[in-house]
């Protein structure tokens, strides 16, 4: 777990399928599959707004919410691995899925939040609803952390997945990414392969800047141990 990006990717094993037994059947509980089928193949901008409404309306419960963030994860990993003979930094930075997800991650962003309420007549649902999305957003990027497990293709994509997004997103999203990734290293032993060479990624390469974050500044002697 402590090769650099530039060979992890080399490794044999990485490049396995993922060997855990998978019912096919159970993607069929998303109500969008459809949609989220077309825009996988082809992208499109309606298709996302399509499959952005099942995840934030008033009427989506907190727990329909993670279940649909866990199965479209879930689905995620499953589809790279099934369309893609190999997995790479670069490949899964240009495909359709992380699309989707920066596109779930900025619907939440807080000054779009705080920017809708203050045109918006709220009312105290209101406010839970949006209290809501905030943790809509740490659920999503924890059911991705869950996959980083032993050496295979859909382990190498949710790695993959997870430092572009630390790469190339703002500031508070990269304080969630490396919230759930620090919080299962904080826990007992034995850590998943997936985890440790993520965080060993982060925090060794340079041009991440991960001991420059103001977040982790504040925790670093901790993280550092």
């Given at each position: 777990?402590?090769?650099?990006?530039?060979?992890?990717?080399?490794?044999?094993?990485?490049?396995?399928?993922?060997?855990?037994?998978?019912?096919?059947?159970?993607?069929?509980?998303?109500?969008?599959?459809?949609?989220?089928?077309?825009?996988?193949?082809?992208?499109?901008?309606?298709?996302?707004?399509?499959?952005?409404?099942?995840?934030?309306?008033?009427?989506?419960?907190?727990?329909?919410?993670?279940?649909?963030?866990?199965?479209?994860?879930?689905?995620?990993?499953?589809?790279?691995t099934?369309?893609?003979?190999?997995?790479s930094?670069?490949?899964v930075?240009?495909?359709?899925?992380?699309?989707?997800?920066?596109?779930l991650?900025?619907?939440?962003?807080?000054?779009?939040?705080?920017?809708?309420?203050?045109?918006?007549?709220?009312?105290p649902?209101?406010?839970?609803?949006?209290?809501?999305?905030?943790?809509?957003?740490?659920?999503?990027?924890?059911?991705?952390?869950?996959?980083?497990?032993?050496p295979?293709?859909?382990?190498?994509?949710?790695?993959?997945?997870?430092?572009?997004?630390?790469?190339?997103?703002?500031?508070?999203?990269?304080?969630?990414?490396?919230?759930?990734?620090?919080?299962?290293?904080?826990?007992?032993?034995?850590?998943?392969?997936?985890?440790?060479?993520?965080?060993?990624?982060?925090?060794?390469?340079p041009?991440y800047?991960?001991?420059?974050?103001?977040f982790?500044?504040?925790?670093?002697?901790?993280?550092?141990?």
């Amino acid at each position: 777990p402590f090769s650099s990006m530039l060979n992890v990717e080399m490794i044999n094993d990485v490049q396995q399928p993922y060997r855990g037994l998978i019912d096919l059947s159970t993607f069929e509980k998303l109500p969008f599959k459809e949609q989220l089928d077309q825009y996988l193949k082809m992208g499109g901008q309606p298709l996302l707004v399509e499959i952005e409404k099942y995840f934030y309306t008033n009427n989506c419960t907190l727990e329909e919410q993670t279940v649909y963030f866990n199965l479209l994860v879930f689905y995620f990993g499953h589809h790279a691995t099934k369309s893609f003979k190999y997995i790479s930094l670069h490949n899964v930075s240009k495909m359709f899925s992380i699309d989707i997800i920066q596109h779930l991650l900025a619907r939440i962003d807080n000054e779009r939040m705080w920017s809708l309420s203050s045109h918006l007549n709220i009312g105290p649902l209101s406010i839970f609803f949006f209290l809501f999305l905030c943790i809509g957003r740490y659920f999503f990027l924890s059911s991705m952390v869950n996959h980083l497990r032993y050496p295979n293709m859909e382990t190498l994509y949710f790695i993959c997945v997870m430092i572009h997004l630390f790469k190339m997103s703002n500031d508070e999203i990269k304080e969630i990414v490396a919230r759930v990734l620090l919080e299962r290293l904080f826990a007992h032993r034995p850590h998943p392969w997936g985890l440790l060479f993520i965080v060993n990624e982060l925090s060794r390469n340079p041009i991440y800047g991960f001991w420059n974050c103001q977040f982790i500044k504040f925790e670093s002697l901790k993280i550092k141990r």
